[in-house]
């Protein structure tokens, strides 16, 4: 089936830089966009941008333009997200999802489905 | 403040039904479809409705979807105790050129 699994939780000083990976599985990993979505605690989900795995194209989100790096590499099937410039209030959960285009009714949608099971980062000093 | 509006909460008692809205703008649900996820507590999200009102295999019809104009709702029948969840509601936006999320709404069943 087709599934992502992200690395595990780490915990970084403000001023760092976290990179976490996003491993899929059970279909072609350059047919669909990654995308990485993330949820401060007791709130909601904010998304940060996409990664196209065939060409390594991306697209961010404004807030995180200049602090955000996505990257992919195909030769062993994996994609990341790097944030740099970490503060306090980067500590979420950082989920990646698989994007699923289809053409119906004349007009385009897309959906993110499924999900990683999202990795914890800690901002402390 | 997020681009979608929905309500912080929902609840209602098992076998009764609930909705909830999501309102946006005519650069985001009037223009493009609409995606509902859900989210139980400690995971991560699941899709549960996606194009307005398509339904994964694998999701309840008691679970059903709609959009009109600048608003979207997603309605649920029969609620049962493993209802109990965040929904989010999510789009595509034109003016910002990206995703943006509902704030996120706590269903809970009493």
């Known amino acids: 089936q087709v599934q992502l699994v992200q690395s595990g939780a780490e915990v970084k000083k403000p001023g760092a830089s976290v990179k976490v990976s996003c491993k899929p599985s059970?279909?072609?990993?350059?047919?669909?966009?990654i995308h990485w979505v993330r949820q401060a605690p007791g709130k909601g989900l904010d998304w940060m941008g996409c990664?196209?795995?065939?060409?390594?194209?991306?697209k961010y989100a404004q807030k995180f333009q200049g602090r955000v790096t996505m990257t992919r590499d195909t030769s062993i099937t994996i994609a990341y997200m790097e944030l740099s410039g970490l503060t306090s209030d980067d500590t979420a959960v950082y989920f990646c999802?698989?994007?699923?285009?289809?053409?119906?009714?004349?007009?385009?949608?897309?959906?993110?489905?499924?999900w990683g099971q999202g990795t914890l980062v800690t901002v402390s000093s | 403040q997020s681009v979608l509006t929905q309500p912080p909460s929902v609840s209602g008692t098992p076998g009764q039904g609930v909705t909830i809205s999501c309102s946006g703008s005519?650069?985001?649900?009037?223009?493009?479809?609409v995606n509902w996820y859900q989210q139980l507590p400690g995971t991560a999200p699941q899709l549960l409705m996606y194009?307005?009102?398509q339904r994964p295999s694998g999701v309840p019809d008691r679970f059903s979807g709609s959009k009109s104009g600048t608003s979207a709702s997603l309605a649920i029948s029969g609620l049962q105790s493993e209802d109990e969840a965040d929904y989010y509601c999510?789009?595509?936006?034109?003016?910002?050129?990206?995703?943006?999320f509902g704030g996120g709404t706590k269903l809970t069943v009493l």
């Open positions: 999802a698989r994007e699923t285009s289809s053409f119906a009714s004349g007009s385009f949608s897309d959906w993110f489905d499924p």
């Open positions: 059970g279909y072609t990993f350059t047919g669909h966009f």
């Open positions: 990664i196209n795995p065939n060409n390594g194209g991306t």
């Open positions: 005519s650069s985001n649900i009037a223009r493009n479809a």
């Open positions: 194009t307005n009102n």
């Open positions: 999510a789009v595509w936006d034109d003016s910002l050129t990206g995703w943006v």
